[in-house]
């Protein structure tokens, strides 16, 4: 077991090194998606590629969370209960409820997100095993746990409705529409947004620096790519709503 210094001082790393890719992913769009293409080699099927993604964080978090000392921790419990609810249904749904078939994304890609997904996974499945015992419960304790859960789950719920409102439009195999329900209304990717809130939350809950890098990371990812699927719109559409912006109602 290391100590929590050096600990600490690898999740730094790690977060500066998200900082550091951001300006990249701002100029350089990531090739999966509607953005797909085969000039970055081989490709996969959307869906195989989306599981082998996904897996390694619900694994590795799932392993430390199994073998952690104090299991029955309120915040050991809840922070495994809210990952757990994100990457099962991130890993083993999700990428079955797809309306991509025949699409294929690039197999670097797939290979980047399993290294994103192991190094947050491992990050914050150690902490959970070797440091989240540290912690009391106090009534500060749980007012912050139930603050997290809360905005954790509102999260998960506007990632989760936006999603549906994608898929739904694609059933008809009419291909890419313009959304406008629920908060499409103010941005063009209200699922991403909702997935950065849901990591929020879990900072929230656990204050610990492996939550804080991964909800740094997930910015990182996921704001470059709002910003190219919002630029995609609007070329795509000449009727696609101005007022619009890209992830962040009435900001960016």
Request: hydrophobic share 50%.
């Amino acid at each position: 077991m290391i100590t929590l210094e050096k600990f600490n001082a690898i999740c730094w790393i790690w977060i500066t090194v998200g900082f550091l890719l951001f300006p990249v992913l701002l100029k350089v769009k990531q090739p999966y998606g509607r953005h797909t293409t085969s000039k970055w080699g081989m490709m996969i099927k959307n869906e195989l590629g989306w599981f082998l993604m996904e897996l390694p964080a619900l694994l590795i978090f799932g392993y430390f969370f199994v073998i952690t000392p104090d299991s029955g921790n309120y915040l050991v419990l809840v922070a495994g209960t809210l990952w757990g609810l994100h990457y099962i249904h991130r890993a083993l749904i999700f990428p079955f409820r797809l309306k991509t078939k025949g699409k294929k994304m690039p197999v670097i890609i797939v290979g980047f997100a399993i290294f994103f997904n192991t190094i947050n996974g491992l990050l914050n499945g150690y902490w959970l095993a070797n440091f989240s015992n540290e912690i009391a419960s106090t009534p500060l304790f749980e007012i912050r746990l139930m603050t997290g859960i809360v905005i954790f789950l509102a999260g998960f719920v506007i990632n989760q409705y936006h999603d549906h409102l994608l898929l739904k439009l694609r059933k008809d195999n009419r291909g890419y529409q313009i959304p406008y329900r629920g908060l499409f209304k103010y941005v063009s990717c209200p699922n991403y947004l909702g997935e950065i809130i849901s990591w929020l939350g879990f900072f929230v809950v656990t204050l610990s620096l492996p939550a804080l890098s991964f909800l740094i990371w997930t910015m990182v990812n996921l704001i470059p790519r709002a910003l190219d699927h919002h630029k995609w719109y609007r070329k795509e559409f000449s009727n696609y709503p101005l007022e619009r912006k890209a992830i962040i109602p009435y900001i960016l």
